[in-house]
Every structure is written in structure tokens, then in C-alpha cells.
């Protein structure tokens, strides 16, 4: 999700000390669950993670390439996750060969991209013919509201929008989930504002020792938090209908290869 400026969130949870509660938010264990799930039976020849910022997807094979804007971002994973290759990246501009990869992830990044047509483009040409490719996005253009713009959003999406940029790179869906109800948006919503509040507050020097002490004690209560509202947040996206759904997955098939400026087909 960092393809463009570094958005307040970002900044607070590129802190070192504070790097695995972003880790610990329920948001992001139930996305990264979903996306898991539905690559659990893959294997893969080569795997790319497009702005995959601190918190990737796929953690679980070092066949990857995770790519991001961010070169703190990427130093950052490269620490803490150790697998696999980090490359710093435009996802408009991917510094790849074309039909290199088998699979790819694309969580929560297209919102952020001023040209997300361009970025779709690029991952059809990176890809190899038949890869597949997960998606995750923001949905419902009229849920548009103070996070998305906290988060530098230019976007949310309608499905069949975002089906129509996919299948015009020759994408073609499998499967479309749930991943976050309304009640990820309300979430959101009210966090953003008590965060809001806080950097609004006249900051206050704290020693470095205080502030690590501090973290030692809240990081437990917050990864046991977020573990608890996990459960209401996916009971909530399964019971509401898709017309209510705040995050969208989809599973795709490159079925067709995009043509060249040339009108020529690359395989």
C-alpha cells in the first residue's frame, strides 16, 4: 500500500519499536488470511508482492520478490522477514522482464496509485500466461470517508469497475470474496479520528527508554485486542451481503496475454 507519499499511519508504524503492531492489526491478519487461503494449494515457480510495505502477504516461501515505493519500507522487511528478494519499485513501472512471474499479490495497493490502468498493465506483462493473480481493494465508492483520505486513497472501487480494469489486461476472474463488512469501516472510521485527535495534541518529548518500555507493555494487550475483534469483524463480513462490503478479494487467471504497441501478442 505505499506507492505514493508516505501516508500518517505509515509513518507511525515505520518506527521500529512499533513495526510488529502493525503486524498484530486484526485488518490485516484477516486480509492476509484470505489471500493465504486462496494460494494454499499453489506452488510457485516465482512469486511477486507488489507494495508490500512492512506487512506482506506471503510469508511463507522465499520464491518470492517483494517489490515497494518505500526504500525504508523495503530495508525494513528485508530485517525483520529475512526470505525471498526485495526490490524498491514503482508498481507502474516494474523493473521486471515480461512473463517471469507465475503468481503475484497485489493487497490494497491499486487505491493508492494515480495510474492503477498502468499498474494492472504491468502486472499482466510481468506475469506468465495462466499465472495467477490475487487482488484485495477497497469497495464502495460511497464509502469514501476521512481513513481513505488519512491513508492518501485516490480511490475506492465499484466491483464491476475494478473487473473491467482487471479483464482488460486479459485477467480473468475465479473467485470473488469477502474480506472486511462494514463494520471494518466504521472501525476505521473512528480510529482515524481518535488518531486524529492525538497528533493534534501539542507532542511532548519522551525519552527513547520510556518509549520502549512503554511499547513492551502495550504490545501484548494490543496483539491480544486485535486478536479478539478479529472474530466479530469476519463474522461481520460473512453475514452482510457483498453490496456492503468494505474490502473485496479477487482470484484471477492471466488468460490472455496484453498486446504490444505493436498489436502483437507477448508470450
Not at 521500529?16 to 488470511?33: A, S, T, V
Not at 485527535?197 to 496483539?223: D, G, H, S, T
Request: glycine share 4%; hydrophobic share 40%; net charge positive.
Amino acid at each position: 500500500m505505499h506507492q505514493t507519499e508516505s501516508n500518517h499511519f505509515q509513518t507511525f508504524y515505520e518506527e521500529d519499536k512499533y513495526i510488529h503492531l502493525k503486524n498484530y492489526l486484526y485488518n490485516y491478519r484477516l486480509r492476509k488470511m484470505s489471500v493465504e487461503k486462496n494460494l494454499q494449494y499453489e506452488r510457485y515457480e516465482l512469486m511477486l508482492e507488489v507494495g508490500s510495505g512492512i506487512s506482506p502477504m506471503i510469508t511463507r516461501t522465499d520464491r518470492i520478490i517483494y517489490t515497494d515505493l518505500s526504500f525504508s519500507a523495503i530495508k525494513i522487511l528485508r530485517r525483520e522477514q529475512r526470505i525471498g528478494r526485495y526490490v524498491v519499485a514503482d508498481a507502474m513501472h516494474l523493473p521486471f522482464k515480461a512473463g517471469v512471474f507465475s503468481h503475484a499479490v497485489s493487497s490494497e495497493v491499486l487505491e493508492h496509485l494515480e495510474d492503477d490502468h498502468k499498474a494492472i498493465k504491468e502486472l499482466a506483462r510481468a506475469m506468465k500466461q495462466s499465472g495467477r493473480l490475487i487482488v484485495t481493494f477497497p469497495h464502495r465508492r460511497k464509502y469514501f470517508a476521512n481513513d481513505d483520505r488519512f491513508v492518501n486513497h485516490f480511490r475506492r472501487y465499484e466491483l464491476p469497475e475494478m473487473e473491467y480494469r482487471l479483464k482488460a489486461a486479459g485477467f480473468r476472474p475465479m473467485v470473488i470474496q469477502k474480506v472486511l463488512g462494514p463494520l471494518e469501516k466504521i472501525t476505521m472510521c473512528f480510529v482515524v479520528f481518535c488518531f486524529s485527535m492525538l497528533q493534534n495534541r501539542k507532542p511532548r518529548e519522551i525519552k527513547n527508554a520510556r518509549k520502549i518500555k512503554w511499547i513492551n507493555v502495550f504490545a501484548p494487550f494490543f496483539n491480544w485486542l486485535n486478536r479478539l475483534y478479529m472474530g466479530p469483524v469476519w463474522l461481520d463480513a460473512m453475514i452482510m451481503p457483498r453490496a456492503l462490503s468494505a474490502v473485496l478479494l479477487i482470484d484471477l487467471i492471466l488468460s490472455e496475454k496484453p498486446a504490444t504497441k505493436d498489436g502483437t501478442i507477448t508470450l
